[in-house]
């Protein structure tokens, strides 16, 4: 399968795949948890982290659970088509004259009945993940059309939540370090200011001004990589890791210095309840990592622990998230904790430090530049596969013009309309990211599990099966998934109805 959709790339370290999730889990996120724990307070915001990040882990287990389960669906695939092939080739050089009924019956025996045989010759090795096998993958492989038609609207729903937040974070951080070295502001952007779109960036040019400049220069520089291929090199995924570990290590260790200086700012209450629906939104998008599980997952070399592997990763997550955002939520008062809270360390009283400043400012304008032609890209040929048909070929203008200009300019518009990145983090979440998060993986499990027993018989088992094995779990989640897309939309419907 060289070349293929599921190949598998450059295998590595059980180790290397617990620092890859690491990364991939802890993102964007992360920058906007800290204001998100300061609205629903210390207490609930804990207490939902961790109920989450527990979700978030069985979700996990159900994709790897799942992964298998098409990895054994394709390999049995494969196995059948070379019987019936030696099969034919034996009749055909035979000359039994009834070969067509017997292969018929024999493809009818194999969709519908157990392969005992099978399962004895290949049960310790069949459910091996060793192809990567993609969620879109999957899902036409466990899923009815209009299944796949749903998951293919929930993931481009998401990529465009995710391309509006970094088409928002990038100038929001430009304007916020730009106008604030300026004029009578200097280094004031985290000393409880609070600046209205309106108030003078430069000269005439107003803050708002400001932002949309910048968003207009962002998308003329990385809007055209949409309308093409790019890769992510390993370099550069190297380069980015660093950066925002720097960052992040050097937020926590100021903010303690803070602490512990007895500068602290922050009183945060124990509970809020008008500041859940957000909170809940940046939690789902910080422990999103299900939809990149199976580019992850397969090139593990050794995969005999990985839901222990994975659960580690997620206590450590955990523990990130909790450090991060009680030192900045003790740190800072409320009403001074920036949307991106790189933005807080700008100001001199924090640190004196200019190239300091100036870094934690600009973080993610480097840091999500990177990401935003490969989520652009990603979207793209989502937008393709949903409308691909077999054999079929995309005219030369729709192919390059129609299908990037349908990804690149409504999340621009978005981005241009709104620059609250709590809110665009909180809704994304909510809505696609319960989805991907939870409803999905809960139905690939039931339908995989379904397929697997019809084709290889109720006795074999899945080496990956989830530890939460008992139907009540996949229940459990997909009731969940569905009480949250209502407790969402209802606090919504309520918070506009007062204002």
């Not at 080739?89 to 099978?118: C, F, K, N, W």
């Not at 991060?324 to 409320?334: E, H, M, P, V, W």
């Amino acid at each position: 399968m060289a070349g293929g959709i599921t190949d598998t790339g450059e295998l590595y370290s059980p180790y290397v795949g617990l620092v890859y999730m690491f990364n991939l889990i802890v993102g964007t996120g992360a920058l906007t948890m800290p204001k998100a724990f300061a609205t629903a307070g210390w207490l609930v915001s804990l207490v939902l982290l961790m109920f989450l990040g527990f979700m978030s882990y069985m979700t996990t287990t159900f994709v790897v659970e799942a992964m298998a389960a098409a990895n054994a669906q394709l390999r049995w695939k494969r196995m059948e088509k070379r019987k019936e092939d030696d099969e034919d080739d034996e009749d055909s050089s035979s000359g039994v004259s009834d070969s067509d009924v017997l292969l018929q019956d024999g493809y009818e025996r194999a969709e519908t009945r157990p392969i005992l045989s099978v399962q004895r010759r290949g049960s310790p090795n069949i459910f091996e993940i060793t192809e990567r096998v993609e969620m879109g993958q999957m899902a036409s492989m466990f899923f009815n059309k209009v299944g796949v038609n749903l998951f293919y609207f929930c993931i481009i729903i998401y990529l465009y939540g995710d391309l509006a937040i970094y088409a928002a974070a990038v100038p929001v951080s430009l304007m916020q370090v730009t106008c604030s070295a300026t004029g009578n502001h200097s280094c004031n952007v985290g000393d409880g200011t609070k600046y209205n779109d309106t108030d003078k960036c430069w000269g005439p040019i107003r803050r708002i001004d400001a932002y949309r400049l910048y968003l207009a220069a962002f998308t003329l520089l990385l809007g055209p990589f949409t309308f093409f291929n790019v890769q992510k090199t390993k370099y550069l995924q190297i380069m980015t890791s660093l950066m925002r570990w720097i960052a992040f290590i050097l937020m926590i260790i100021l903010a303690l210095i803070r602490i512990s200086r007895g500068q602290a700012e922050g009183h945060p209450s124990m509970a809020q309840l008008s500041g859940i629906r957000n909170l809940f939104g940046v939690c789902v998008y910080s422990f999103m990592c299900q939809h990149s599980l199976p580019s992850l997952i397969t090139p593990i070399s050794k995969k005999r622990h990985v839901n222990k592997l994975v659960l580690l990763d997620y206590i450590l997550i955990l523990a990130f998230y909790s450090l991060l955002s009680f030192t900045a939520i003790y740190c800072f008062r409320n009403d001074t904790l920036m949307d991106m809270y790189t933005l807080n360390f700008t100001n001199c009283e924090i640190i004196n430090v200019a190239f300091i400043r100036y870094f934690l400012g600009l973080f993610p304008v480097f840091t999500i530049s990177t990401n935003f032609p490969i989520i652009a890209v990603t979207l793209r040929n989502n937008w393709k596969t949903l409308f691909h048909r077999e054999g079929g070929t995309y005219p030369w203008v729709v192919d390059r013009i129609v299908f990037p200009a349908i990804t690149l300019i409504p999340p621009v518009l978005v981005a241009f309309c709104t620059h609250d990145l709590e809110s665009l983090v909180g809704i994304t979440g909510a809505y696609a990211g319960n989805g991907i998060q939870y409803l999905i993986p809960a139905f690939l499990a039931y339908c995989s599990r379904k397929d697997t027993q019809l084709v290889f018989g109720t006795g074999t088992v899945n080496k990956h099966l989830s530890p939460f094995r008992h139907t009540f779990w996949i229940v459990f989640v997909l009731i969940w998934g569905f009480s949250c897309f209502v407790f969402v939309t209802a606090n919504i419907v309520l918070s506009e109805s007062k204002l």
